[in-house]
């Protein structure tokens, strides 16, 4: 009986070190995690619609500890998730998401991400300049007497907005929207 109960804890024991040991070889890069990107090819809200695809590559290593994550040359596929024309007084805007990670062995991996033009999320939508100004006066007292200073300020018209995009050396961040795990690799 006593041989039993020793097999069955020898035995529990032996798988339990296995289990943390393989528990110890899969690693996570956290959500929010940012990873510098270029994008392949010229986007601009011109020529792209809501939906196309697209693809950014990794000009370096990503290391997690001393351990490579993600290898130089991967390539993140994703699509234009939102796309606004422009109109008279606002730029155009694209945004971009994430989907998956082809890493430079051929290996797919599903992920989860957008890209950051390093402020926002969103390239683009900022005001367009204004068409025209006009003259205002802007009075104000000072300890004895009253003045005014002129200056010029936006009539409130502006010009019709113009196309935004992103050029293939413009950084980039791809932002991990849930975590990513991976095989620790001895190589």
Known sequence: MKRIILSILILAIC???????????????????????????????ETLQEGDKVYFISPSDVWLDETKAIPKDSIFVGFVSMLKMPIKGINAAIKFDITHLILPNGEIKEIKGHINDGRQD??????????????????????????????????????????????????????FDEPYYFEQRYD
């Open 122 to 175: 969103i390239i683009g939508g900022e005001l367009a300049p204004p068409a025209s100004y006009n003259q205002m006066t802007h009075l104000y007292q000072s300890r004895w007497k009253w003045s005014g200073t002129t200056q010029w300020v936006p009539s409130g018209d502006y010009e019709f907005g113009r196309h935004r995009g992103v050029s293939t050396q413009q950084q980039l961040y791809v932002v």
């Open 15 to 45: 798988s339990f070190s296995g289990l943390i040991a393989y528990s110890q070889s899969i690693l996570e890069l956290k959500k929010g995690t940012l990873v510098l990107v270029y994008a392949r090819k010229n986007l601009s809200t």
